[in-house]
């Protein structure tokens, strides 16, 4: 069974620093884009930051920008967003969303994704 699972969120306060974590299993990780997506309460779920399965192709919305780095290992078949300078703002639920996409392909929309995970809360509060 596919499956994906977070870690690393928490409470971190404004300008702060947080790696999170995505771990797959049970799928052909390398033949698969992988995403980081969002949801803040009573806000859609939005697309942060897509790597391509060789990681040629890197994409990351406006708002974060400079600020988070999406890596991956597909040795360990891992995701990794590094995110730095957290604002309030950049509160939310995360996920991890993997998709069977074109090779150097990646996006950061929700339905070219089969996959997801459960989630990990990421609260930036002073």
């Known amino acids: 069974q596919v499956q994906l699972v977070e870690s690393g969120g928490g409470l971190v306060q404004p300008g702060g620093s947080l790696r999170l974590s995505c771990a797959a299993s049970?799928?052909?990780?390398?033949?698969?884009?992988i995403a980081w997506f969002r949801q803040a309460p009573g806000k859609e779920r939005e697309g942060v930051s897509c790597?391509?399965?060789?990681?040629?192709?890197?994409d990351y919305t406006d708002a974060v920008k400079g600020r988070f780095t999406i890596s991956r290992d597909n040795a360990k078949k891992t995701v990794h967003l590094q995110m730095n300078s957290l604002k309030p703002e950049d509160t939310a639920v995360y996920y991890c969303?993997?998709?069977?996409?074109?090779?150097?392909?990646?996006?950061?929309?929700?339905?070219?994704?089969?996959?997801w995970g459960q989630g990990t809360q990421v609260t930036v509060s002073s």
């Open positions: 790597i391509s399965t060789n990681a040629n192709t890197i």
């Open positions: 049970a799928f052909t990780f390398n033949d698969y884009a």
């Open positions: 969303a993997a998709g069977r996409l074109l090779e150097d392909y990646c996006s950061i929309r929700r339905y070219v994704y089969d996959y």
